[in-house]
């Protein structure tokens, strides 16, 4: 693929996996990369440090920043200084947390941390990028949902519920800015091979998991299954897929499609092509409302 302009982007959750990966392959192209993470010069220090000796050499730039989603304001000060050296053309909301196991065994303290995660680091980044980005009426915020964002799955319940209101969040926005020449988009990708299944936290409930028997040992079958599927190594599962489909957004002319699918598919293209029509209708009554043409 041949880079036509360099842009200038923001990604978070960039320490490792996907974000890691969209990473290298963003300065490879030579775009300014800034690559946030937590921790930059704890436990992420060698992965700010492997990114850095990556780009030596490479067209593009990157500057890792310590960046923690969950943090408002920090997430602000983040972006204002990232700002002032250069104006940011495009946000990756990459970073999250994939929790498995019996929906009723988690607490109320963990569906609240992941939110702040989910959603609502999706939130605070977004919202934090968006007025420079529709002063100069030109961006795009790309949000990494998932195939899980369309359906319910046993299991996998509170993740499916932080990204059904992530998508519900970006879609609005999509219809939004669009006056604004800024687009929001989604990328749903599939099962892909990252350390999010080896790190997916468990349900803090033990009383509650207990109730539900032999039952509950769902969680860790369903993560053999993928972990397996993940070591066969097939072409389908590389998380590089989902860092080359990012790059093939940013780079994409006109205007880009609201939900973008990547890695198999799970039903999920037959769902967004049958609500997309229904969905379009809803918009097009809206639009003479809100945009005032009905008064």
Known sequence: ???????????????RGIGFLTAQKLVQEGHIVYAGMRDLDGRNAEA?????????????????????????KGVERTVAAIEAEQPIDVLVNNAGVMPVGLTEGFTME??????????YGVMHLTRAVLPAMRARKSGLVISLSSVAGRFGMPFFGLYCASKWAMEAYCESLHYELEPFGVESVLVEPSGHGTDLVT???????????????????GRDRLLGMFQGMFDQGEAITD???????????IAMDGSRPIRTQVGQDMGVTAINE?????????VSGLKPVYLGAAS
């Open 110 to 119: 963990q569906a609240k941390d992941l939110f702040d995660v989910n959603v």
């Open 274 to 282: 049958a609500t997309a029509p229904i969905q379009a209708q809803l």
């Open 199 to 217: 790190s997916a936290p468990a349900p803090g409930d033990a009383v509650r998991v207990g109730q539900y028997g032999d039952y509950s040992k």
């Open 48 to 72: 700010a440090k492997a990114l850095k000796l990556f780009a030596e050499g490479l067209p593009g730039k990157l500057v890792p920043v310590d960046l923690d989603v969950a943090d408002e």
């Open 1 to 15: 693929m041949k880079m036509t302009t360099q842009k200038t982007i923001l990604i978070t959750g960039a320490s």
């Open 239 to 249: 998380a590089g897929n989902v860092a080359t489909k990012i790059l093939e957004l």
